[in-house]
């Protein structure tokens, strides 16, 4: 085993990965072809072949056009083929997204990274463009998130359960600098490296790519929309569980928009945590296997801030998932970033929370599951009338409840930077001061009324006091850092970073008054405590 | 964990029992847990190491206590259904919610329409309806409690089956207060009618659908309970709508029902004028007389 931990014996274990998903993902297909209707074969490479075919409608690229055509081969072939030929082609396009998927870990490539830390995973996050100049400037200010990064939570419990079973981190998602972020934080945590699925979009630069695809990452294709596609991915995320490869994916899914908290979260890939223990449990292993870290990461200043709620605003409802021009593809943004973002003490604050295990339920250093004070064994949740067995639409449900666990867990463990508190006291102030709670309205105020320093200082404490008061704290808190500083030190640093960092910012000191500026970025930072109630606002 | 197919039902009072008969009737073996060692009842203990379905039918106002009782008793494997009409009276949340905060159970649903103890226990034949998200639950229930008696249906809108049975109950102080302002059936109907499609508003807020609304839990049990006799429900309506002096703090199920109901629909901002008139009623703030200008004088709607 390479210092990479169990990640390090990947490349040792891919093709018996890639076997077992193929195998099972084939065989499931099998069994549903045997039972008749809707689910036969034909209908499963019928619906990969309309979906592909309609993505590539519009191919330019020789390989797309190539792709288009086999395509089109299978589809107009389809109702000739026999039960036999049917199932090799399911063989081969399975074999084919698997492969595809398929991570790859090499050692040297870790120690390289792991050398120009935090350089060498920052890259993962970003682009070709103004790489050269990111990576001359950008060592310095990195070395500087070194030191001013702060981890916070129970990483001693995290590390007894990694060590008995696999990690299934769960980190809020704000910025393309998460990736990087959270990497490094669980390597300053003492918590092994993860494996996680990166949108096959960030495998375009083959510098990246090269990093990437030997570091773990698998890929995952949002374009691809056919259910078979989503079967392979899922299934290869639960042998990588089932055979402890501690993994790592973001449940809500892309970059938060609004700058909130993540309320709705994606189940998919979550829910392979639990068949992962399903299938061992049904294999005679109770023994828990997968334990869920929800993460929250804090920022002072998100690096894509504008784009980002322009975005929310602009199209609620249609949101891109994809976004590849933002500020994350600008290098002098990026440096800027870095300067302004990353030299503050307390800038980032990683909060490890409470493990769970795939009902939702806490889990101690043990492993064991603990429903309000006592322990639970969590495989009786998967038995079927005396014993462990798979029921898909009762997986789906506790997963969805552990999707529940999961939200209620980042709201508590979100920490609140002084941008966030000032720009929500500023926010409340302008709302009222309007008599406005519509948010298109209270954009478009042309002359936002200037709030006294000692005005927002007090209403800043208040909000500080309310927060720590919340019956079980249960909207999250202030970061501690700043504790023992009053409301003014809290305004004067949120303006102090608003002005390092934002061309126009979304607030300004003068004349002793804080003066709303950037009205959209000021709604945007206040957005991080948008889930917290009215009555505590 | 349990690795026993049996029925419990914890809970001995009239439905309980009649529910226990019912499913006896049937040739199905049934316990009756109880922690007040009564007649017929075995203790919560062998009552849940025996069972994996296991029914609470206890009041809302009961519910926490009972379940902290059962939590020791429980554990992952273990379905629960309950029959409370009515939400947890300290917090306004759903019962299944409070399973499982005191309990390690998340296999939870609701059993909910119009059961009648006395129809049940005379073998009359009904139907009744299991709100809940986990197939397995539903489908137990339906082995274990179903029969030639008793029909029981499913469904997966676990949210909108517990809030028309807990909810709807508020619809019993509305025909009493129709009754009380000397309105005829006319009125009844329409103040009934219009009851339930506020409820159903505040039910998809919430997460249901309104459609369950028109389901056993919802119009079926306002229906048994519209055609039922005159109990304390309806007569405190009628007191209330005569305008007559009453004691404060003595609220039956129903003004409780009412009172969060109109919770609810503030916290959600539901548009519900008349359970919003009811609770003014309830707190003094309007006359029983001033209640036909109140709701009849608003902007004309649609439905």
């Not at chain 1, 990497?183 to 510098?207: I, S």
């Not at chain 1, 294999?283 to 709620?309: K, M, Q, S, W």
């Not at chain 1, 593809?329 to 604050?349: D, F, H, K, N, W």
């Not at chain 1, 002084?418 to 302008?430: F, Q």
Request: charged fraction near 25%; glycine fraction near 10%; hydrophobic fraction near 40%.
């Amino acid at each position: 085993m390479t210092d990479a931990g169990r990640l390090g014996e990947f490349n040792r274990e891919r093709e018996a990965i890639i076997g077992d998903v193929e195998r099972r993902v084939v065989g499931r297909a099998l069994d549903r072809h045997k039972r008749g209707g809707d689910e036969r074969l034909e209908y499963v490479l019928n619906e990969a072949a309309y979906e592909e075919l309609r993505r590539l409608e519009h191919a330019r690229s020789p390989e797309d056009k190539k792709e288009r055509a086999a395509w089109q081969r299978l589809s107009g072939a389809l109702a000739r083929l026999s039960d036999f030929e049917k199932e090799g082609e399911l063989r081969k396009l399975v074999h084919a997204i698997a492969i595809d998927i398929a991570g790859n870990f090499d050692p040297r490539v870790w120690r390289f990274a792991r050398g120009v830390m935090p350089v060498g995973i920052a890259l993962l996050g970003l682009p070709e463009r103004g790489l050269l100049a990111t990576v001359r400037g950008g060592l310095d200010q990195l070395r500087a998130l070194d030191r001013n990064l702060r981890i916070e939570g129970d990483t001693e419990r995290l590390r007894a359960l990694a060590a008995r079973g696999t990690l299934v981190v769960v980190p809020t998602h704000l910025s393309n600098f998460d990736s990087p972020v959270i990497g490094f934080a669980l390597e300053r945590a003492g918590l092994p490296a993860c494996t996680y699925g990166a949108g096959k979009n960030l495998f375009t630069n083959p510098f990246l790519s090269y990093f990437m695809h030997n570091l773990g990452a698998y890929r995952v294709d949002r374009r691809i929309r056919h259910d078979l596609y989503k079967d392979v991915l899922k299934e290869y995320s639960t042998v990588l569980i089932e055979r402890g490869f501690h993994s790592l994916f973001f449940p809500g899914g892309t970059r938060s928009r609004s700058g909130g908290v993540e309320g709705h979260l994606k189940l998919g890939l979550l829910g392979t945590g639990l068949t992962a223990f399903g299938n061992r449990a049904a294999r005679g292993d109770r023994r828990p296997c997968a334990f869920i870290v929800p993460v929250t990461l804090n920022y002072h200043l998100t690096l894509e801030a504008e784009t980002l709620i322009a975005d929310h605003l602009a199209e609620q409802g249609k949101k891109r998932y994809i976004i590849e021009d933002d500020e994350s593809v600008q290098g002098t943004r990026i440096l800027s970033y870095m300067r302004a973002a990353l030299r503050t003490p307390g800038c980032v604050v990683v909060r490890f929370g409470t493990p769970l295990d795939p009902f939702g339920n806490e889990v101690d250093a043990e492993g064991r599951s603990h429903a309000h004070d006592r322990v639970v064994d969590a495989a009786s949740y998967l038995d079927r009338g005396g014993a462990p067995g798979p029921d898909a639409a009762r997986d789906a449900e506790y997963t969805r409840l552990c999707g529940e666990a999961i939200s209620r867990a980042f709201r508590r463990d979100v920490r609140f930077l002084p941008t966030h508190l000032v720009a929500c006291a500023l926010w409340e102030r302008m709302c009222t001061a309007a008599r406005e709670r519509d948010v298109y309205r209270v954009l478009r105020l042309a002359r936002p009324t200037p709030v006294a320093l000692t005005t927002l200082a007090e209403d800043v404490d208040r909000l500080r006091d309310r927060l720590r008061a919340a019956p079980g704290q249960a909207h999250g808190l202030p970061d501690s850092t700043w504790d023992d500083k009053d409301g003014v030190s809290v305004v004067e640093a949120a303006m102090r970073s608003f002005a390092a960092f934002h061309p126009r910012p979304p607030a300004v000191m003068k004349d002793g008054a804080a003066q709303p500026l950037q009205l959209q970025a000021l709604y945007y930072y206040r957005n991080r405590m948008a889930h917290v109630p009215r009555g505590v606002l | 964990m349990t690795t026993a197919r049996g029925l419990a039902i914890v809970g001995a009072g009239a439905l309980g029992r009649a529910l226990a008969q019912t499913v006896r009737a049937e040739g199905k073996r049934v316990l009756i847990g109880s922690a007040k060692g009564l007649e017929g009842t075995v203790p919560m203990k062998d009552a849940c190491e025996q069972s994996r379905l296991v029914v609470l039918a206890v009041p809302p106002e009961w519910a926490r206590d009972a379940l902290s009782k059962l939590a020791p008793h429980l554990d992952g494997s273990h379905l629960l259904l309950h029959t409370a009409r009515g939400l947890d009276p300290e917090t306004r949340q759903r019962i299944s919610e409070v399973v499982r905060q005191e309990t390690a159970v998340l296999r939870v649903g609701v059993l909910a329409g119009p059961l009648r103890a006395r129809e049940l226990a005379r073998g009359e034949p009904t139907a009744a309806v299991v709100g809940s998200r986990f197939p397995d639950l539903v489908e137990e229930a339906k082995q274990q409690l179903g029969g030639a008696r008793l029909r029981v249906y499913g469904n997966p809108d676990a949210v909108g089956v517990e809030l028309a049975a807990a909810l709807g109950l508020s619809l019993r102080l509305v025909e009493g207060l129709a009754t009380g302002l000397g309105f005829g059936p006319a009125t009844r109907a329409v103040a009934l009618t219009r009851g339930l499609a506020e409820l159903a508003r505040i039910g998809e807020r919430l997460g249901g659908k309104e459609r369950t609304f028109m389901g056993l839990s919802g119009v079926g049990t306002l229906l048994s309970d519209a055609a039922g006799p005159v109990d304390e429900d309806v007569a405190f309506g009628e007191t209330l709508g005569r305008g007559e002096p009453r004691l404060r703090g003595a609220e039956p199920p129903s003004a409780l029902a009412a009172r969060a109901a109109a919770a609810l629909a503030t916290d959600t901002g539901t548009r519900t004028p008349l359970l919003l008139a009811l609770r003014a009623l309830l707190d003094g703030q309007l006359q029983p007389t001033d209640l036909q200008r109140a709701l009849m004088e608003r902007a004309f709607a649609d439905e």
